[in-house]
């Protein structure tokens, strides 16, 4: 059974930081390409980072491009988001995903989602 586990989130005031990370168990997480999402209060959920699955290759949303840095660690099976001069907007649940190697579907088709962790930013 494949668990993604969220945890780092928290209330954070207007450009502070924080880092997000997901601990997966039950997938071939060193094949997987992970990812993060959020959903805003009344909005749909979106993509934010994705990283490959040996971590070489990265993508971001453009709203948090230079902000944000997603990493993983496949010896302990985490991936982490990084997230620093955070803004309002950045407010909402912010999910861990995997899927499979294909790259070319990094910000679609996820087959595993954890719970998610609730991020608040301040004004």
């Known amino acids: 059974q494949v668990q993604l586990v969220e945890s780092g989130g928290g209330l954070v005031q207007a450009g502070g930081s924080l880092r997000l990370s997901c601990a997966a168990s039950?997938?071939?997480?060193?094949?997987?390409?992970m990812g993060w999402f959020r959903q805003a209060p009344g909005k749909e959920r979106e993509f934010v980072a994705a990283?490959?699955?040996?971590?070489?290759?990265?993508d971001y949303a453009d709203s948090v491009k230079g902000r944000f840095s997603i990493s993983r660690d496949n010896a302990r099976k985490t991936v982490y988001l990084q997230m620093n001069s955070l803004k309002p907007e950045d407010t909402g649940i912010y999910y861990c995903?995997?899927?499979?190697?294909?790259?070319?579907?990094?910000?679609?088709?996820?087959?595993?989602w954890g719970q998610g962790t609730q991020v608040t930013v301040s004004s």
């Open positions: 995903a995997g899927r499979g190697s294909n790259w070319l579907l990094r910000r679609s088709a996820y087959n595993y």
């Open positions: 039950g997938l071939t997480f060193s094949s997987s390409i």
């Open positions: 990283v490959s699955s040996a971590g070489g290759a990265t």
